[in-house]
DNA sequence: CGCTCTATTGATAAACCTCAAATACAGTGG
DNA sequence: CCACTGTATTTGAGGTTTATCAATAGAGCG
């Protein structure tokens, strides 16, 4: 499918060269909560995360968090504002021990002018999730919360699932309330709503942990 | 303000280029209500809007209008999706007579490949489009539908305002209906509001026509 | 074991959608 | 110029989803 190609592209090429964007780059490690960058904030580096989880979000009028996306491996954050010297324009923050390699400004644009190609992949990239979101906005206007809570949940498992025998786990430590502030719901449409499944026997979920174990069930509800 | 440097430099290269670019593209005039390209063809031309206005929009799962964005000239539609090689994510459809410069896939990238800045500066484009569209994903989970209403007029005002004794018109023909597509409400909501509005006199409207008689007011409320 | 953060669940209220019906308006053809 | 027709808009009534509030229970940690 013609949809992935470029942004696979980049990953690879970002992998293939992984050895050299190391020397170029440097490793940094986060802990759980630890904030990468700040909403607002003059942009100063470019990012790949190469483990764990990154949560990017933005704060609404009344200081509620919404959360835009999640960086899972072989994402980027932050490159296009670094590149248009403007500022962050959401918070980064780990959600687990997490591994980015860093650019600094110069760095980054050296990268780039080295590997043109980079500067398309870059913007398939952008183009990706500019869809994605597009997709997800006109699911927020059109769809109820437990559609989109559903759909979330599909999302999660391509993103971040991890094989088990008893099902699919998602392997992102989230609360009810970063579910809530991703689909723009409550916290407690949330908790009722995945209490209801786990009656329905269709995923098991203790504190920030969720093992899907019917993802047909919730595939069918996010086509309904 | 660093945020819109790129996005001006597009415009202006392209308006700057603009005999070079009706040689190497094909100028191309729509009537209200033409349809330019549907959601789900795949993507064999790029244009940039020189006169009027189009818009773009996705269907639900209940066939309802999604409306993404608004696109007034100088503005693109469609470039990434050609140059990925997918279909197009939206339908684009004139709600006025509009002109367009239409360049197909081949004439398209031999353009950029000309003018490689191109490539920068559309990342940019889509990048402000991404940012963009963040903000109003955070509107839409975290705001009423009556603020969202205010800062929609507030950017319509920007993007699409004509100064006038009386007030700014906006100047392109939205229904009641296009109005509540875009910022997910329904079109009853949207009709109470904007009368509410009319009563305290911050607006005149009538049939797809509107006039902002008090701008203050209404980003006062879009503050809020 | 107590402290804190997270999750659950019930009761209530608010925002908003849906349906229905009336009205206003633009364009058309006689 | 006017009636006619189809579309757009307005407004009321009622219902539904979902947020909010409150109280409780549970999990993890020192």
Redesign the pocket.
């Known amino acids: 499918m013609g949809k992935c190609l470029y942004q696979h592209n980049l990953k690879a090429l970002l992998s293939d060269q992984y050895e050299d964007l190391v020397q170029q780059g440097i490793r940094k490690n986060l802990i759980p909560m630890d904030i990468l960058f700040r909403e607002g904030e003059a942009a100063a580096n470019s990012y790949l995360v190469t483990k764990g989880c990154l949560k990017l979000s933005k704060l609404n009028a ?1 200081g509620g968090e919404v959360i835009i996306r999640y960086i899972t491996p072989g994402d980027m954050a932050a490159a296009p504002a670094v590149l248009r010297n403007g500022d962050y324009p959401v918070t980064a923050q780990a959600l687990k021990f997490t591994e980015v390699i860093v650019w600094d400004k110069e760095g980054f644009i050296a990268l780039i002018q080295k590997n043109p190609k980079i500067a398309m992949d870059l913007l398939m990239t952008v183009y990706d999730r500019l869809e994605d979101l597009q997709t997800r906005y006109l699911e927020l206007s059109s ?6 809570i559903a759909k979330m949940m599909i999302s999660l498992m391509k993103h971040a699932g991890q094989e088990h025998s008893s099902g699919v786990h998602i392997d992102i430590p ?5 579910i ?1 502030d991703h689909i ?9 709503t ?3 499944w ?1 009656k329905s026997g269709w995923l098991k ?5 969720i093992t899907i174990t019917n993802p047909g069930a919730l595939k069918a509800l996010g086509k309904t």
Chains 1, 2 share one sequence.
């Open positions: 009344q769809e109820q919360a437990e559609q989109r989230l609360s009810r309330q970063n809530a723009g719901a409550s916290m407690y449409t949330v908790s009722r995945l209490s209801t786990e979920s203790s504190r920030k942990q």
